[in-house]
């Protein structure tokens, strides 16, 4: 029997009320489908705004453009600059407005073409522009396709941190084309395996030993193997955005647990005055993770195999991301990331929701304050 290799997964991300439920297609070639799927879930959209930003719309922009264009519908091009310094609100009134001169209706559509910036700042126009119209989600970064584009958390930045504004908008469609991934700079790429990883450490020891074990044909950006990856950390995020969609989810229980690695990692990032990629980041905030879970006794050492934080340690090597964790931890850096940890927005009062591990596939919140994350993680003998 043969198999169509470019037949696409289609994932269903099934969230409370039926008119929000979506499907995620992932499959190579599917950018040239754009327009085919934008149509059968939109049949009577008229005008596109095709958001992008300025690398990856003169990449992919002219073939989303044309695989719209088939469909009759008017292509409103939007670009905004590269990098998080863009998901702000300027760009996001710039965006709306320009969406108003194009006189786009309640009909009509936003397509986010990019990596998790776009997303995010595309999703939170569409959720605002004439109280909300829909959005179709378009990839480009292994990070949004593993993680950002599916869940409904759209946003931007402000000057004092990220996300603060935003909302849940789910998208209608997940249009995820693995062979966009071929021009991905290196550094961004594990930036995403990071997050691929993440789901695995968190629902699925098979999922974190099967990205591990893919690493080398993942950086010969083979598609089909690039798309199963993709496929299963999108389920595995889908499902644990399903049970709580809105993360209202008691403690443990709801999509809190997708922080694993975030805490301590927004913390290195800060601190780092982002020179450390946000992935690059949350790799140092995973090997944090198994550490503490190590000394507060959730994770104990198998006599007969290495412990959590070696086992995250020589995955997260091979995934070629960072592991350094204690260049951080010295008496330079420690009070900076315990005043970082303070400002993170996850604080309640004093106390901070931390992700742990009990093993690679259980998560556990644990409620500490950030000394306390400082000092357990730098010795041993400060367990409280
Ligand atoms: N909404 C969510 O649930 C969620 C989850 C995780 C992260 N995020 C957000 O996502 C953002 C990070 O996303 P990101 O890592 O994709 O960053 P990004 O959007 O800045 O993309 C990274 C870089 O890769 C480039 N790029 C993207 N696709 C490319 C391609 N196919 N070829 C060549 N270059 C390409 C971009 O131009 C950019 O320079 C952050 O703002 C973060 O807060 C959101």
């Known amino acids: 029997m043969t198999t169509d290799k470019r037949k696409p997964i289609a994932l269903h991300v099934a969230v409370p009320t039926e008119d929000e439920s979506y499907p995620v297609l992932i499959g190579p070639g599917l950018l040239a489908r754009l327009g085919h799927e934008l149509r059968r879930s939109h049949p009577k959209a008229a005008r596109v705004a095709l958001v992008s930003d300025e690398n990856v719309m003169p990449l992919y922009g002219d073939a989303a453009r044309e695989s719209l264009e088939a469909e009759a519908l008017e292509v409103h091009s939007f670009t905004i600059p590269a990098g998080e310094a863009a998901k702000n609100l300027d760009q996001l009134v710039t965006l709306l407005e320009g969406m108003i001169a194009a006189r786009m209706g309640r009909r009509d559509v936003v397509v986010a073409l990019g990596g998790g910036v776009v997303g995010d700042l595309a999703g939170l126009a569409a959720a605002l522009f004439m109280r909300g119209i829909p959005l179709m989600q378009c990839p480009t970064s292994l990070l949004a396709q593993v993680d950002a584009s599916v869940g409904g958390k759209v946003a931007v930045d402000l000057p004092a941190g990220k996300n603060l504004i935003g909302s849940f908008h789910f998208p209608t469609v997940v249009i995820i084309d693995p062979e966009v991934l071929q021009t991905l700079p290196e550094r961004e790429f594990a930036c995403g395996l990071a997050e691929a990883l993440k789901h695995g450490a968190l629902f699925s020891p098979e999922h974190f030993q099967q990205v591990v074990a893919a690493a080398d044909d993942i950086y010969a950006r083979d598609a089909d193997v690039l798309g199963r990856i993709v496929a299963a950390s999108v389920a595995l995020k889908a499902a644990c955005v399903s049970r709580d969609p809105r993360e209202q989810g008691e403690a443990g229980k709801g999509r809190v647990v997708l922080n694993l690695g975030h805490t301590l990692g927004h913390a290195i990032e800060t601190v780092s005055g982002f020179s ?109």
Not at 289 to 318: F, H, N, W, Y
Not at 322 to 332: G, K
């Open 276 to 384: 450390l990629k946000h992935g690059e980041a949350v790799s140092l905030g995973m090997i944090a993770a198994a550490r503490l879970s190590e000394r507060k006794k959730l994770a104990p050492k198998p006599e007969d195999g290495p412990g959590l934080e070696a086992q995250m340690r020589v995955a997260l090597a091979a995934l070629r991301l960072p592991t350094d964790l204690d260049a951080w931890l010295d008496d330079e850096h420690a009070s900076s990331l315990e005043a970082a940890l303070v400002n993170d927005k996850k604080r309640s009062f004093t106390s901070i929701s931390y992700i742990a591990l009990t093993r690679v596939g259980d998560p556990a919140v644990l409620s500490l304050t950030a000394q306390e994350i400082v000092a357990l993680l730098r010795d041993p003998a400060s367990d409280c």
